[in-house]
């Protein structure tokens, strides 16, 4: 079979699908596949579908949702969206997710504006339509492969219509053009001693009623596929044995699953389905990478005092970047996952002896609030390293004002709508926004960078774009006291002179930001302060020691 490039107008679709469970990792397996392509050269681009029916997740509880991811266009979208982000290095857009609740609601509104001429609206083909030419949209001159992950489960009524229309896509663009891979899972039975493969026949035979039969199978499992399983696979769902895939827990981190993937062909599974051409993958930076991770030359212990301590995704970014910033420093990081509740109710105190920094995340709402500003003011008295992402700036700015200020009652007036000292109020521009959804302050927004600083030092420049999503911020009618007690702005939006960053000179590492800079940091680029934070906790582990 000769290969050939793809055409410049013609790129390639590959759809991914899950099976049997959810969970499995499906945002981490497209970010992963992303990855190898990106190392073979190609121009992707990466969208995530989800069939729930909010619009987006802006609205969605962190206990359902997990954390809210923030594009620099300002959308407000699917976490998996940061793993796209960390594994390609490429950025996405509000164009890369999309929701049946924002399809529904688009193909609504055009109905009632008449584009429909009178006609009956119905799933097929109005909502397929709408779908398939969202995922069109991402095709352009540049991009030769879209990867599209499809969320929930093969077998769930909400996402049958997203279903139907990539197998749409699949008629109208041909089987050269289209290729589809089922994430599954091939569970181990320990009173049986045995691995089955029946939930695995079920989820194919699933997506074949629909019309989709899949050129790939990934097999989420914790023990190795046999070569028997691996042909009753192939057999039984109708996929050629070297496209059954094996995708076993990873040792230490989710970043070995492209190295998994490619020491599997699965890269070079999809170049040949596509007729494209097979350079080598250039994978060495993440091979060093992933190395550095299994060989550390020490370690440190952060803690993160958040509202939601006991959920692993709620803070996603969050962790990330703590382990990107250790990446750095060819440390380990170990995450000590602290309740505000319990700082409040005393009950975390002989944990900050034990840990070199202190993080306090963004969040909502006031439970455990005096928990996150007793975690900081124990950071600032006692010279731990501390770093505040915004609600943490905020907490940052009430503890400093309660106790070096003076103002005994100062609060956010999302806390204390009548507090005496609001030294955090609503922005002006929020106070007329009744609607929740996507109107916060979002996306990319300059800063200026105050010389002689821990920012400035960190970045490198004068001036920098960071990401946002926040109604509050600091109250400017308090910076000049503020400022003469020595807490220093470090950082200024020049158009609308809102606080940025604020920093405390007097203390070994003491820095805090409104936006938040997680969304940024990748395994390969650290995030510059994560990066300088982690450094200066290593520092403050080591004097600790001596």
């Known amino acids: ?17 899950g099976g049997v469970v959810s969970s499995l990792g499906k945002g981490i ?84 504006r008449g584009d429909y001429l009178g006609g009956t609206v119905q799933m097929i083909p109005h909502i397929t339509d709408h779908v398939k030419s969202a995922i069109r949209e991402l095709v352009s001159q540049d991009v030769d492969v879209i990867l599209c992950e499809i969320g929930g ?18 008629l109208e663009e041909g089987t050269d053009n289209v290729m589809y891979v089922h994430l599954t899972y091939v569970p ?147 995450i000590v996952k602290i309740a505000a509740e319990d700082v409040e ?15 306090v995340p963004g969040g909502f709402g006031h439970r455990g609030i005096e928990g996150k500003i007793q975690a900081v003011r124990y950071a600032r008295e006692n010279n731990i390293p501390f770093l505040g992402i915004c609600l943490g700036l905020q907490c940052a700015v009430i503890e400093f004002a309660r106790n070096v200020c003076g103002l005994k009652d100062a609060n956010s007036t999302e806390m204390d709508p009548q507090t005496p000292h609001p030294v955090v109020s609503l922005m002006e521009e929020q106070k007329r926004i009744r609607n929740l959804g996507g109107t916060m302050r979002l996306g990319a927004w300059p800063c200026d960078l105050r010389s002689d600083t821990i920012a400035i030092n960190a ?18 009618e308090y910076r000049s006291l503020l400022e ?24 070994p590492w003491f820095l805090a930001t409104q936006f938040h800079p997680e969304f940024k940091s990748r395994p390969l680029e650290p995030h510059p302060l994560f990066r300088d934070f982690i450094g200066a906790a290593l520092k403050h582990a080591t004097e600790k020691d001596q």
Request: aromatic share 6%; hydrophobic share 35%; with cysteine.
């Open 1 to 17: 079979m000769q290969e050939i490039m793809a055409m410049a107008n013609n790129s390639k679709y590959l759809f991914i699908t």
């Open 29 to 112: 397996t497209a970010a992963s596949i992303g990855c190898l392509l990106k190392a073979r050269g190609l121009r992707i681009r990466m969208l995530k579908i989800d069939p729930y029916l909010n619009v987006d997740p802006g609205t969605m509880n962190p206990y359902q949702h997990g954390e809210v991811y923030v594009t620099d266009d300002g959308a407000e979208t699917d976490l998996d969206l940061g793993h796209y982000e960390r594994f390609t290095g490429q950025a996405t857009s509000r164009h890369s997710n999309i929701t049946a609740g924002r399809v529904y609601w688009e193909v609504l509104q055009k109905e009632r």
């Open 188 to 334: 181990y039975i320990a009173a049986a001693g045995e691995i089955k493969t029946k939930p695995t026949q079920q989820s194919v035979a699933k997506l074949r009623e629909i019309g989709i039969v899949p050129d790939a199978l990934i097999c989420r499992t914790e023990k190795k596929l046999t070569d028997s399983i691996r042909r009753k696979l192939s057999l039984f769902c109708n996929v050629p044995a070297n496209a059954v895939i094996e995708e076993s827990d990873v040792r230490r981190t989710i970043y070995e699953v492209p190295l998994m993937l490619s020491e599997q062909g699965m890269d070079e599974l999809i170049l040949v389905h596509f007729r494209l051409a097979r350079p080598s993958a250039h994978l060495e930076r993440w091979r060093k990478m992933v190395s550095r991770i299994h060989h550390p030359s020490g370690s440190v212990r952060i803690g993160v005092v958040g509202k939601y301590s006991e959920l692993q995704d709620a803070y996603k970014s969050i962790y990330e970047a703590i382990a990107h910033g250790g990446i750095a420093h060819d440390v380990r990081t170990e």
């Open 153 to 170: 489960t093969v077998g769930d009524i909400e996402g049958l219509i997203f279903l139907e229309a990539i197998r749409q896509i699949g």
């Open 459 to 476: 970045y490198g420049t004068e001036h920098i774009r960071e990401r946002h999503r926040h109604r509050y911020e600091v109250n400017n």
């Open 484 to 507: 003469q007690k020595g807490m220093v702005m470090a950082g200024v939006n020049p158009d609308a002179d809102l606080v940025e960053i604020i920093e405390l000179p007097t203390h």
């Open 345 to 359: 109710k005393g009950r975390a105190e002989d944990v900050f002896g034990k840990i070199d920094g202190v993080l």
